[in-house]
Every structure is written in C-alpha cells, then in structure tokens.
C-alpha cells in the first residue's frame, strides 16, 4: 500500500465499515507416507519427484527392516514395487556412510546382482533417477550438509555382458553403487580393476532365476569376495527350496518377509487361453489380438531365437511396428530396441525369455505367449509384463493342443485354471477323447524284467534282455557334481548375463 492510500485510510470515518475477505480454508496434505518408514527428507523428496507418496506392501515391510539392519529374504510379486524396496534402504546407507577413501581401482560399497542384462540396466536407471531427485532436493535444502556432500560424490554404475570394456572402466571409477551380472563383474575381479572386499551391502535380485541360469557356482565366488559385507538381502519370487539352501549358504540367518507366492492371482492382468489347431491357426489368433484397438504395446514372447526372427519378420511383412528381442543379440542392439520400446517407436516386442524380467513400461497392456514357456515359473514373470503401475493388462495364451501338459504345468505351478476362451470364426477343432491306457497288470511294476532274456518265462526281478531296464547299479554317481558348500560346479547357460 502507498504512503498517500495508508493517509486515506487513517483519515476515514470510525463508522466506516471495512470488508475483509475471508481466508479460504486449505486442506491439509496428507504426510508423505514414505517419511513414516524412516527415510531421510531428501530421498522422501525424490520419491515424491517421482509421483508417489504412498509405499507398496513390499516397500512398507521391506525399507523399514532393512534400514534396522540384519540379512532379509523378500518375496513378491512381479510388478510390486520391490526394485524400490532395496534401492531405497541402499542408497540411504550409502548417503550416510562417510566419505571413501580414495583409491586408484574402483572398490563399490553396495553390490546390486541381477540375472540379466536388461534387469541390471533397468535398476541402474531408477537407483539414478533416485539420485537426481535426492540432487534436486539438495538445491533448495540448507541443512543436511553431510548427505549433501554424499550426493556430490555419489556415482552408479552398471556392469553387465556384452558391453565395451573400456567404458565400463570408465563408469566405474569413483562408483559406490554397482548394479551387475556376476560373470562380468568376476571377470573385472580377475582383472583387477575392481575390488569388492570394502563391499558393505550386497543384493541378489531375481534370486531363483539367477539360480536357474547357472550362476551358483559364480554367487558362491562373490560371496566370498564379499565376506566382509554387513547385509545381504535377497528377492526372489518364491522360497523354494533351493533358494532357502543358497540362503543358507551366503546369509547369516535371515529374517523373512513373504508377501506373495507364484500362486498369488494378479489382480490387474486378465488371463485368457485359446487352444489352436495348428501353427497357422496360432497365427490368426494372434493378428486378431494385435489388432485389438485396446493394444497400446505388446510383448509376444516365443520359445526360441530362431521362432523370434521369423516371428517378428512375419508381423513386419503383416504392416505392425514389431522388432525382435532374444540373448544372441548385441547388447547395443538390444539396448536400442528396449530403448525404442520405451519411447513408443515399437508396438510389438517378439521376445524370448530374456524379456521376462528386467522390462518395466506401464504402457505393455498386452502379453501374448505365442510359444509357451520351458519352466512354469516363467509363466509368471512373463505376463507381469504387464498390468504394471496400478495399470490392468492382458495375458493371452495360445497353446496346440500337442501342448495339454506345458499347459497343465502352469496351472499347477500357479494353482489357477486358465479357461479356454473362444473366439467367433476362429474356433479350434473338437478333439475326439483319447483312448483309455490299459491298466498294467496287478502285482508287476514299471522296471521289472522278464527272467530268461524275455523268451516267454515268468517275470522275475532283475532278468536278463527284453526286459523295462536293469536297476541302477549301486554306489552310482549323483546327478550334477557339487563344489564346497553344495554349489554346483556346472555353470550352465548364462542367458545374455555374461
């Protein structure tokens, strides 16, 4: 108000009845839940950048415990939030721990160990875009000196297979977070450009696909490599017995945290199977769902790379924006293609299994199992595809009739029918029921013999030729050599992690 407007006013009659308006009540906004699970502002901050404010199960459990400290197994569900619910508790720790000590080779005080690829890359992106936030909050803050200090220094790396050496090397300098595959962190070990006995945290994500893949005998490398590290935490969709014997192996009893199983349903993802004829016939039924005018992005998955190539060519030649995506691939060739993916340029992604984990758009509204899977398990990881980020999604399944017992497997796995569903004009053909087994005869078991060399004598334990097999003979070697601490010394297939 000016000088002259303030005289005015003074200058007024006392009767002079002054209108004020009245405050419009604000409502109050709510606490960002996060705060309550003991985060410190700037990640809590960062979190909220991001668009959320309220925890998943699995984050409302895990953070917490893992912040009090202790080895954690966590199970949950593809899609839950779980990537969040060891990246945040890491990241504080490492936000508050003091400064390194220089060195001139690159010694991370986090490890993050993922199965794939993809799945490394994609944790290393959101633990940065975790750090930008944490840096944006920084700018406005005038407190929190020490985590400011923490933030400039704080680096994230991502080591995984088929990528240059030397720009790795390069990532790696200054890293307190290393996001990986096992087999190339191991060989920069051997190399002796990275240390990880400083390593304070170590996470093993994906732990049953992991196992899966052949990479045992390289977790059992690394734990000892990392044996001085304060926690382990481990996530894994189920704790199957396996799992619960690596546990046992690298963690010092571990509490447990089991939010969901493989027989959880997915709330958000509707499942539907069509039983096909023929090749040909799995053809129709999968352009009819890609042209569904609800498809936004889809991720078909095949059985095998060769399937990929041609599957991805067909849809090409049919008119759809399709690429193809499988583990023989260069890593730049599939970087850019998920890159792509991401970006909207790609409708169509065909895929093997490689794709199952590690590939996180909100925007797949459609998973299509045009080959189905080699494991039940990764039935599972397939269709959490999509219907992510409170997101509803499709699962489709398309299945030969030749196919009855993969189809039987899943559903045991699951503990969940998939009910065949048809589409008009594209029926399957009725299948005639099969003729009855006849029942062996009573008394007799498959791996008895016939005494005599099968010439028509009685049947009798152990005989000799033309009978079902001879007993195994005693003392016989185990199935899968084992090295100390019951790790197998067979490798196996890496899938792309290498």
Request: proline letters at 7%.
């Amino acid at each position: 108000m000016s000088f002259l407007a303030e005289a005015e006013e003074a200058q007024a009659p006392l009767n002079t009845v002054q209108e004020v308006a009245e405050p419009v009540p604000t409502e109050p906004q709510a606490p960002n839940a996060f705060l309550a699970l003991g985060l410190i502002q700037p990640l809590v901050d960062a979190v909220a950048a991001l668009g959320y404010t309220a925890p998943t199960p699995v984050q409302a459990q895990a953070v917490p415990s893992a912040l009090a400290g202790g080895d954690w197994m966590v199970s949950s569900q593809t899609g839950s939030g779980k990537t969040a619910a060891f990246l945040l508790p890491v990241l504080q720790r490492l936000l508050t721990l003091p400064p390194a000590a220089a060195s001139r080779v690159a010694a991370p005080r986090a490890i993050v160990l993922c199965p794939t690829r993809e799945l490394a890359q994609q944790v290393a992106s959101d633990a940065i875009d975790l750090m930008r936030g944490v840096s944006a909050a920084m700018r406005s803050a005038s407190k929190h000196d020490k985590v400011r200090d923490a933030v400039r220094g704080l680096r994230v790396a991502t080591i995984v297979g088929g990528m240059a050496y030397g720009k790795q090397l390069f990532d790696l300098r200054g890293a307190d977070l290393v996001v990986a595959t096992p087999g190339r962190l191991l060989d920069l070990q051997e190399r002796k450009q990275i240390r990880l006995d400083l390593c304070h945290m170590l996470v093993v994500d994906e732990a049953d696909r992991m196992l899966d893949l052949g990479f045992a005998e390289d977790l059992a490398a690394l734990h000892d490599a990392t044996a001085h590290r304060e926690q382990t935490m481990m996530f894994s969709a189920t704790f199957a017995p396996r799992i619960m014997t690596l546990a046992s192996r690298v963690m010092r009893e571990p509490g447990r945290l089991e939010l969901a199983t493989a027989q959880d349903r997915h709330t958000d993802i509707t499942q539907t199977l069509h039983w096909a004829d023929n090749l040909d016939h799995k053809h129709k039924l999968l352009e009819h769902w890609l042209r569904d005018v609800a498809l936004e992005q889809a991720v078909v998955f095949a059985s095998t790379q060769v399937d990929t190539e041609a599957l991805a060519e067909t849809l090409q030649q049919m008119g759809h924006a399709a690429v193809a995506l499988h583990g023989a691939m260069p890593q730049g060739v599939r970087n850019r293609r998920l890159q792509n993916l991401r970006d909207g340029h790609i409708r169509v992604l065909v895929a093997t299994d490689v794709a199952a984990r590690g590939i996180d758009v909100p925007t797949i509204s459609h998973v299509i199992n045009f080959g189905l899977p080699m494991k039940a398990e990764d039935y599972v990881h397939r269709i959490g595809r999509t219907g992510r980020a409170g997101r509803s999604g499709h699962a489709i399944t398309l299945a030969e009739h030749r196919e009855r017992a993969k189809i039987r497997a899943i559903e045991a796995y699951t503990r969940q029918t998939l009910v065949p569903t048809v589409i008009p004009g594209l029926e399957p053909t009725p299948q005639a029921p099969k003729p009855r087994r006849d029942k062996p005869m009573p008394g007799f078991r498959k791996g008895q013999a016939r005494a005599g060399g099968g010439g028509g004598g009685r049947w009798a334990e152990g005989g000799g030729g033309g009978g079902y097999g001879a007993p195994r003979p005693e003392g016989g070697a185990p199935r899968g050599d084992r090295g100390p601490g019951g790790f197998r010394n067979d490798r196996g297939p890496r899938g792309g992690g290498r």
